[in-house]
């Protein structure tokens, strides 16, 4: 069974930063492009970064430059360094990875992990 297995969420105050983790566990044949989407209470699931398995990077607008997605695809593992946290920045964060399971020819998929909670008082 895969499964994507995110850490790293928590309370922070304004100004403060959080590093986030999610790893793939499970038989995997490739992984290809991962990234974090993130989804405030009432809003739609917006993306924030992605990162190819090259390690070309793309950053939502609202970034401005404090977030960084990074990966190590030996470990199988997708990192979010935030910094500068605003309180908008609450949400719940979700990992995502384009993966193949068993061969080339396996579909490539989308999967997602659970969520993890990042709550920025001010």
């Known amino acids: 069974q895969v499964q994507l297995v995110e850490s790293g969420g928590g309370l922070v105050q304004a100004g403060g930063s959080l590093r986030l983790s999610c790893a793939a566990l499970?038989?995997?044949?490739?992984?290809?492009?991962m990234g974090w989407y993130r989804q405030a209470p009432g809003k739609q699931r917006d993306l924030v970064a992605t990162i190819s398995s090259i390690g070309t990077t793309r950053y939502a607008e609202f970034v401005e430059g404090r977030f960084t997605i990074s990966r190590d695809n030996a470990k199988r593992t997708v990192y979010l360094q935030m910094n500068s946290l605003k309180p908008e920045d609450t949400a719940v964060y979700y990992c995502?990875?384009?993966?193949?399971?068993?061969?080339?020819?396996?579909?490539?998929?989308?999967?997602w992990g659970q969520g993890t909670q990042v709550t920025v008082s001010s």
């Open positions: 995502e990875a384009d993966m193949k399971l068993v061969n080339r020819y396996s579909p490539t998929q989308a999967y």
């Open positions: 499970g038989t995997i044949f490739g992984i290809y492009d």
